[in-house]
């Protein structure tokens, strides 16, 4: 939110993928000089890490510029998480739809009540949908067409180094666009550099690749369940750090959207037949 005072959201996703690029190449090369003997998740050839890695960059690069795109729209960095953390209940229905995991009652239940805080939190006077929530949604689907990804095709692969193959690939692409549709300055970059080097270093570096590697040991739906409290943390943060207020209808509507994130993750009751 704060970077998107001084960058466009392509300028800044091209800044903080880069910035977690090189953090993470430090981070190998560092690493490296005390290891022993290689894991098998490290012996993984380069060609696996960029096969994997250019796909999982393009869709990292949408969801992350979309996010940014959203917030520079709609500057409320709780709105944006509350929206963002949706991807909880789109990835049970990926999965769903592409490997045919059956989703019970409960689940659909969980989609309504979140489709309910969705309009709760967004329909503006009019019954008018804002284009940073639309912008925002559509950044949703893609961090959910990246956790159901990785969780289908980065067992074996070493965390940190396909974290740092897709970042490349997002830093590239976000680069691209950004010189044929951005004007950006030296200036700029140095004006909001706190908030690139946290969502580079402690975001990227390390948010993604702890997700990464925390997939390999937990189911998808419930690895969702966990980074939806994304969600919590932006609303508190919005409110800390930059002083954000969200009205009675907004909280109201995130407060249902939370209910429905945890309920689509609840282990349903099964009833015995006598």
Not at 36 to 54: D, F, H, M
């Amino acid at each position: 939110s704060e970077g998107g005072k001084y960058l466009g959201p392509f300028a800044f996703t091209a800044a903080r993928s880069f910035i977690t690029f090189f953090a993470l190449l430090l981070f190998e090369a560092v690493g490296s000089r005390g290891k022993r003997q290689a894991r098998p998740a490290e012996t993984a050839p380069l060609s696996a890490y960029i096969k994997l890695g250019v796909p999982l960059g393009v869709v990292m690069f949408a969801a992350t510029a979309l996010q940014q795109l959203g917030l520079t729209i709609d500057p409320s960095a709780a709105k944006s998480g509350f929206i963002t953390a949706l991807y909880i209940v789109i990835v049970p229905i990926l999965g769903l739809l592409f490997f045919r995991r059956r989703v019970g009652a409960q689940m659909w239940l969980g989609v309504a009540l979140s489709l309910v805080g969705l309009v709760l939190l967004c329909v503006k006077d009019g019954f008018m949908i804002g284009a940073g929530d639309l912008v925002t949604l559509a950044c949703a689907v893609m961090f959910a067409v990246h956790i159901v990804a990785v969780d289908r095709f980065a067992s074996g692969l070493s965390a940190p180094r396909l974290c740092c193959a897709q970042f490349g690939v997002t830093g590239v692409l976000a680069l691209i666009v950004t010189l044929f549709t951005e004007t950006t300055h030296v200036s700029d970059l140095l004006a909001c550099w706190p908030s690139l080097l946290y969502v580079g270093v402690c975001s990227g570096a390390m948010g993604y690749t702890l997700q990464i590697a925390g997939q390999k040991y937990t189911e998808p739906t419930v690895a969702s369940l966990i980074l939806c409290l994304e969600s919590v943390f932006a609303a508190v943060g919005g409110w800390l750090l930059l002083g954000q207020v969200l009205s009675p209808r907004e909280l109201a509507g995130c407060a249902v959207m939370l209910v429905a994130c945890v309920l689509a993750q609840l282990p349903e009751k099964h009833t015995a037949k006598a």
